[in-house]
């Protein structure tokens, strides 16, 4: 299932697009979206990625293990480890830290997440920078302008 997206224009700003409000995601708690982004030839690809709120914080990474390129989540929304602190991947247990996506232990020690730029926008959690195919609803407005509440990364 994918998620929807909504798109946000700030002048002089890159776009952003919405894919779920804060309060989708309890603090210290973890949640994954099946975007579509664009790449350089307008051609769309999967794009899976997890969003870990920590307090107003947030942050984002690909939805890839860099041991063998598998989902992080053993099942679904499944991401961190038994103690609620570090992001974990279901197949082999490596640990990556939630603040930088650096693995900590496991079979890819030292290697990183893919870093996915986000910023809190009107109380909504955005991937900011990445073009993403959109669903529109023809009867819903297009949103043109939002302010920045901080928090983001």
């Given at each position: ?41 307008g051609q769309e690809k ?16 690909e939805n890839i293990c ?88």
């Amino acid at each position: 299932m994918e998620t929807e997206v909504a798109q946000k224009e700030a002048p002089g700003e890159p776009i952003a697009y919405a894919i779920c409000s804060m309060s989708d995601i309890p603090s210290q708690r973890a949640r994954g979206f099946q975007l579509v982004r664009l790449d350089e030839n307008g051609q769309e690809k999967p794009f899976n990625i997890v969003v870990v709120r920590w307090g107003k914080q947030v942050f984002g990474y690909e939805n890839i293990c860099p041991h063998q390129q598998v989902n992080l989540d053993w099942e679904r929304n499944q991401f961190m480890d038994p103690n609620g602190i570090r992001l974990m991947c279901g197949k082999h247990g490596a640990l990556f830290e939630i603040g930088t996506g650096t693995c900590l232990d496991g079979p890819c020690k030292g290697d990183g997440l893919t870093p996915v730029p986000l910023a809190v926008l009107d109380n909504d959690i955005c991937v900011v920078g990445i073009p993403l195919a959109e669903e529109v609803d023809d009867d819903e407005e297009e949103i043109t302008s939002c302010s920045d509440e901080g928090g983001g990364v």
